[in-house]
């Protein structure tokens, strides 16, 4: 029984008025002039930047190929400097042993040289 005495008792509302429902209008369209994430100008920017980091790259490349070459020059130069300083050295010890006073007494024997005492002027320095 209290559910019949529910129901009687359930006045039906009067319809609410309909409000409009948010629907796209067909007046809407999608937009066909997108503006590109990168600019002409832009693009011509990156361009020359890339371009001129490129040249950049390349010409410090080249710099430091042309020192390399010219420090494998130096120490060549400097090898040979140093075995002719050897074969100077070596010369020198040569001539200090080829100019003692008994060596040279003896080739003048050899070559049939007599000592003149008369002849025989001292020469002082070394």
Known sequence: MAVRA???SYI???PMPEQPQH????????KT????????????????????VAIFAVSLLHTQGQIQT???EVQKIESE???ITKKNEDLKV???ELSTYERIWEKAKELGLTLNE???????GE
Do not use: H
């Open 6 to 8: 529910r129901q009687q």
């Open 12 to 14: 039906p509302q009067p």
């Open 23 to 30: 629907q796209p209008s067909p007046q809407k369209q999608k």
């Open 33 to 52: 002039d997108r503006q590109p994430l990168i600019s002409g100008k832009e693009k011509v920017l990156y361009i020359t930047f890339i371009v001129a």
């Open 70 to 72: 010219t420090t494998m």
């Open 81 to 83: 400097v140093q075995e």
């Open 94 to 96: 040569q001539v200090s």
């Open 118 to 124: 008369k002849n025989v002027k001292v020469v002082p």
